[in-house]
């Protein structure tokens, strides 16, 4: 009978997790993020709003 | 035991490690959370006419509040504003600014509008979303200057804060999105019927650069999909493109291109077609598309003339496709 080369495969990647202990890393699925706050220092050149900024582009946008 | 975050905002469905960022610098996975880097650290707030957007339907000659914090998920490389788009996060030195001194600021500067713009404001997404809500619920009005690349459910979760929006249509071919801008279009298109189907005001920008997709089939079939699926009263910018980032080897777009782009969506149907980023005055004013009178003259970003009346025609009193007042 011939060999499956899949199932053969898979059955020496189940030993090799089996004693070595790796694991499928798990994997959580996120549409929104968590506002990640943190403190900045404030910068030496400021506008009027208190911002450093990049110029405003003379292109559109 | 590592956790994997994969980010569902935008099409791009990053997979991240720990400490890994997603393909728009901005959020990044902390132990196994998906975290937003920069909210409430715009690199960019500034006072625009609303002309600049640009927006020609939408409280002509008034000024808005423009803000961006750094990152985008798509990298264009003909970006204008890659200094910013395309950094990493600790690129700019800036300070923490609530969304609700966000809305403070615009009411102190006589905003009545506020913009989401310069870099991609559906990736900076929770802050976008907040400024909006806040801004909103103080009676202020919210647009987007965005390319739409966003998946469907939380662009619908933002779209009632959201009165008006330019959104770019970058070109009309997978290829050019893929090759040029590192994304698809397909969710492009969908974006923009979303907009319009949730009764915001929408009008699309298409940045003509030459050899790219500035064929005349290109821009038969875009102006033809948006006659079609976003109604010929949807206005249309054609904006020149300049030598930036990684296209600095092609040369500005001709006017020539420009006003025949014009012409080929007009030949389409569309009523309201302008060419930006340079300054044609003919082409950058408003007529009414029922009696052909001048209804809206301008220079550059300035108004010389607006004769819309009530959101109507003066002559024809049909009403004219925009936000007036």
Known sequence: ?61 | MTTLVKCELCPRYCVLENGQKGECRIRVNIDGKLYAVTYGYPCSIHIDPVEKKPLYHFLPGTPILSLATVGCNLHCKNCQNWEISQAEPYQYETEFIAPEKITALAIQYKSHSIAYTYTEPLAYYEYTYECCKISAGKGLKNVLVTAGYINEEPYKRLLPFVHSANIDLKGFSEEFYRTVCDGSLKPVLKTLELTKNAGVELEVTNLVIPTLNDKDEDLQQLSAWIAKNLGKDTPLHFSQFYPRYKMTHLFPTPLETLLKARQIAQNEGLQFVYIGNIIHRESSNTYCPFCKILLIERYGYNILQNNISNGKCPKCNKEIYGIWQ
């Open chain 1, 1 to 61: 009978m011939a060999i499956n080369r899949r199932k053969f495969l898979s059955s020496i990647l189940a030993v090799v997790v089996a004693k070595y202990g790796i694991k499928k890393p798990s994997l959580v699925r996120q549409t929104y993020a968590i506002p990640l706050l943190h403190k900045k220092k404030l910068p030496k050149n400021k506008n009027n709003f208190g911002l450093s900024q990049t110029k405003s582009s003379p292109w559109a946008g």
